[in-house]
C-alpha cells in the first residue's frame, strides 16, 4: 500500500458506484457491493506512476489526433477526452490470454494491449482498413457499426467455453466495449441473451459518458443501464469511470469470475464525453458549459496526480517528465501520419479475400481498365 493515510473500507449507497479514488485524490481501502464482493487494489508506488503515465500519454495522444483532424489529415476521429480511466483502468487489467472488442474510441485500450498507437491513424485517414493483428495483440479490429461487435464477442466468447478454455485461474476471457447509446441497439440485447443462457466468459463494458451523439441518458433508460443486466441472468455492476483504480478492481473482478467459469458481467462505467461525439459533431448545441464545467472537477488524471502528490509518490519532476515524454510522442505520431503513403486505388481489392477469387481478379482489372481510361484526360 501506498504512503499515507487512506479512508477506510465502505458500502456502496444505493444507487451509487464503486470508487476507491475521490475527485480530490483521496483513497478508499475497499468497497464492498450488495452482493458481499469486495473490491480494492495493491499497487505498487511504481504500478501507480505508470497508471499515470498511461492516462497522460492516452489523452496526450488523442489530442494530437484531434488537431490533426482539424487540420485535414484525417477524415473523422472519435476522442476519448474524459474517458482515460475508464479505458486504461479495464485494459490494465485484461491478461494476455483476454481478447478484446472494442468500439471506435478505444484508443487508450488500445494502446494498453501494446499495439502501436499509429494503426489507427491509417483507418481514419483512409489509407488502410488498421492492420494489426488481432490474434497476436488479443484486440480486435475497431467496429464502426453500433454494437455489432458484442456478437462477435459473444460468439468468440462461446468458442473459448467449447474450446475448453474456461474453469481455471489461467482460462481466458472476453471483453465487450460499447457506449451507453448502443444499449438501445437490438446486437447489444441480442449478446445479453446468448451470452446469459450459454454462460459465457464475456464482460460486457458500457462506457455510459452521458450521450448517445446528442441524446442524453434519460432519453434512453428509466433504470441505471447496470441493473438491465438482471433481466438477462447475469450481475452488473456500476463504477466511477473516472476512477482508475476502481475501473481496474471491478473489471479484474469481472474477468476472473468469467474465466472461472461463472459467467458473463456487465459493468456500466459512468463517466463523462468531455469532448465531442466525433470531429463531425457540435456538442454546444446539445449540453450546456455549466454541465461540461462540473465534470472536469471529476477529471481523472487531475484526481491521480492529487492522489501521487498527497501521498508523496511522485514529485514534480516526475509529472515533467510525463508531460515531456508524451508530447515527443504525439509529435512522433503527427510526422509518421504525415508521411503515410496514399494508396493506389487498386489495393481496396487486395484484401478482400487471403487468396483471391476469379470474379474478385475480373472486377478488379474491369476497374484497373477504367482508371486507365482517364489518363491523359485532364481528369
Given amino acids: 500500500m501506498a504512503k499515507g493515510e487512506s479512508v477506510a473500507g ?15 485524490g483521496e483513497r478508499i481501502d475497499s468497497v464492498t457491493a450488495a452482493d458481499g464482493t ?30 490533426l483532424q482539424r487540420q485535414g489529415e484525417l477524415g ?16 490494465r487489467a485484461l491478461r ?13 485500450v488500445l494502446y494498453c494491449r501494446g499495439i502501436d498507437p499509429i494503426m489507427p491513424f491509417g483507418l481514419f485517414r483512409g489509407v488502410d482498413q488498421g492492420g494489426w493483428d488481432a490474434n497476436e495483440f488479443k484486440f480486435n479490429q475497431y467496429t464502426i457499426v453500433i454494437g455489432s ?18 474453469g481455471s485461474a489461467d482460462g481466458e476471457a472476453v471483453i465487450a466495449y460499447f457506449g451507453d447509446g448502443a444499449t438501445s441497439q ?71 469470475n468469467a474465466r472461472n467459469g461463472q459467467g458473463p458481467t456487465l459493468i456500466e462505467a459512468y463517466t463523462y464525453r468531455m469532448g465531442a461525439h466525433t470531429s463531425s459533431d457540435d456538442p454546444t448545441r446539445y449540453r450546456i458549459s455549466s454541465e461540461v464545467e462540473s465534470w472536469k472537477a471529476k477529471d481523472p488524471i487531475s484526481r491521480l496526480r492529487a492522489f501521487l502528490s498527497k501521498q508523496k509518490i511522485a514529485k514534480k519532476d516526475f ?15 503527427r510526422e509518421r501520419v504525415l508521411a503515410m503513403p496514399d494508396p493506389e486505388p487498386v489495393t481496396l481489392f487486395d484484401h478482400v479475400y487471403p487468396n483471391g477469387s476469379p470474379e474478385l481478379d475480373a472486377q478488379r482489372d474491369a476497374f484497373t481498365r477504367y482508371q486507365a481510361s482517364f489518363e491523359g484526360s485532364g481528369h
Fill in 186 to 256: 437490438g446486437e447489444v440485447n441480442e449478446a445479453f441473451v446468448w451470452s446469459g443462457v450459454f454462460n459465457s466468459p464475456i464482460v460486457f463494458f458500457c462506457q455510459n459518458n452521458q450521450y448517445a451523439i446528442s441524446e442524453p441518458l434519460e432519453r434512453q433508460t428509466r433504470v441505471p443501464l447496470y441493473q438491465r443486466a438482471g433481466g438477462y441472468g447475469f450481475p452488473g455492476i456500476r463504477v466511477d469511470g473516472n476512477d482508475v483504480l476502481a475501473t481496474f478492481a471491478v473489471t479484474r473482478a469481472a474477468l476472473d
Fill in 96 to 108: 494476455p490470454q483476454d481478447m478484446a472488442f472494442p468500439t471506435y474510441r478505444e484508443h487508450g
Fill in 76 to 91: 473523422i476521429w472519435a476522442s476519448l477526452l474524459g474517458q482515460e480511466a475508464a479505458q486504461v483502468g479495464s485494459g
Fill in 149 to 166: 461487435q458484442t456478437l462477435h464477442a459473444t460468439g468468440y466468447a462461446m468458442g473459448v467455453t467449447m474450446d475448453g478454455k474456461t
Fill in 319 to 333: 509529472f515533467a517528465e510525463v508531460d515531456e515524454t508524451a508530447n515527443k510522442k504525439a509529435l512522433d505520431l
Fill in 10 to 24: 465502505t458500502d456502496i449507497p444505493p444507487g451509487g458506484f464503486v470508487q476507491l479514488l475521490t475527485p480530490d
Fill in 38 to 67: 469486495t473490491y480494492s487494489v495493491d499497487f505498487t508506488d511504481e504500478e501507480y506512476r505508470e497508471l499515470y503515465r498511461d492516462l497522460v500519454t492516452v489523452r496526450r495522444l488523442d489530442t494530437e489526433a484531434v488537431a
